[in-house]
Nanobody
Framework: QVQLTESGGGLVQAGGSLRLSCAAS????????MAWFRQAPGKEREFVGYITGSGGYTYYVDSVKGRFTIARDNAKNTMYLQMNSLKPEDAALYYCAASKRSIGTSSHRSYEYWGQGTQVTVSS
């Protein structure tokens, strides 16, 4: 059974940092592109970034470039999202997602498996 579990969310002041983790189980993790999405109250789900199955390529939405970094440890079946210089507009429920393919996209339709999310709150 495929399972994704996010952790690491919390309350942080603007300008601070958080590191989210996404632990995966139930399939061949290293063969899957992984992504982070987020959704703030009253807003649509938004793509944050993805990483290829090998970890050799990452892609980010413009609003987080230079502040957020996605990494993965295939030996631990875990993906990470390091978030620095957080802004109030980064506050959202953050989801990790997994694709059956090794190359990701920015579309949520490319990802078959989803976690339950972890809340990030940024105070100004």
């Amino acid at each position: 059974q495929v399972q994704l579990t996010e952790s690491g969310g919390g309350l942080v002041q603007a300008g601070g940092s958080l590191r989210l983790s996404c632990a995966a189980s139930g399939w061949t993790f290293s063969g899957s592109a992984m992504a982070w999405f987020r959704q703030a109250p009253g807003k649509e789900r938004e793509f944050v970034g993805y990483i290829t199955g090998s970890g050799g390529y990452t892609y980010y939405v413009d609003s987080v470039k230079g502040r957020f970094t996605i990494a993965r440890d295939n030996a631990k079946n875990t993906m990470y999202l390091q978030m620095n210089s957080l802004k109030p507009e980064d506050a959202a429920l953050y989801y990790c997602a997994a694709s059956k393919r090794s190359i990701g996209t920015s579309s949520h339709r490319s990802y078959e498996y989803w976690g339950q999310g972890t809340q990030v709150t940024v105070s100004s």
